[in-house]
């Protein structure tokens, strides 16, 4: 599995859900490289709710990398982590193989201002090996920054809790 920055080519391979909230967002930025958030209504998404986490993006620090907090966490993901991380910073509350693969994920998005497709597989902290699904999609309210970033994960716990080698 790898991951797919700016390549639509994942939607052949991917769930209805993953494939209905990129043609959502790709259909909200029309002719522009993000949408704004404010073009992005929840409530036409009603059954992704539970998946989505909403992030804003704080600037960068010194070294130029983006600071990231959570603004909006779904019930699913609160479920997947054990606790809501909302409002605090990606660093303390983040999900996934490890740190530095998430901010990864949402710095090539904030650099390349476009989407990224990435199936993970990893073992979570207490044990459980999991298969992900995430989409991550940027927002920008003046056309050229992104602001904030929107990821819809769906999670499958592998029966067989065999760790991925």
């Given amino acids: ?15 209805d859900l993953i494939r209905e909230i990129f043609h959502y967002w790709n259909n909200r930025r029309g002719t522009r490289a993000m949408p704004s958030r404010r073009d992005f209504d929840p409530v036409d998404l009603p059954a992704h709710l539970p998946g989505i986490l909403l992030i804003d993006v704080e600037g960068v620090d010194e070294a130029g990398i983006g600071r990231y907090r959570y603004r909006v966490v779904g019930t699913a993901e609160v479920a997947n982590r054990g606790h809501d991380p909302t409002g605090k910073p990606v660093v303390e509350g983040y999900f996934g193989p490890n740190k530095a693969d998430v901010l990864g994920d949402y710095e090539a998005v904030r650099l390349g201002r476009t989407f990224l497709y990435e ?3 990893f073992v979570t902290e207490d044990h459980r ?7 991550v999609l940027p927002f920008s309210e003046d056309g050229r920054t992104v602001s904030q970033i929107m990821v819809f994960s769906e999670r499958r716990e592998r029966k067989n809790k065999r760790p991925y080698s």
């Fill in 119 to 121: 199936p993970l597989q």
């Fill in 1 to 15: 599995m790898s991951s797919n920055l700016g390549d639509p080519g994942f939607l052949e391979e991917t769930s």
């Fill in 129 to 135: 090996t999991v298969d992900e699904y995430s989409i």
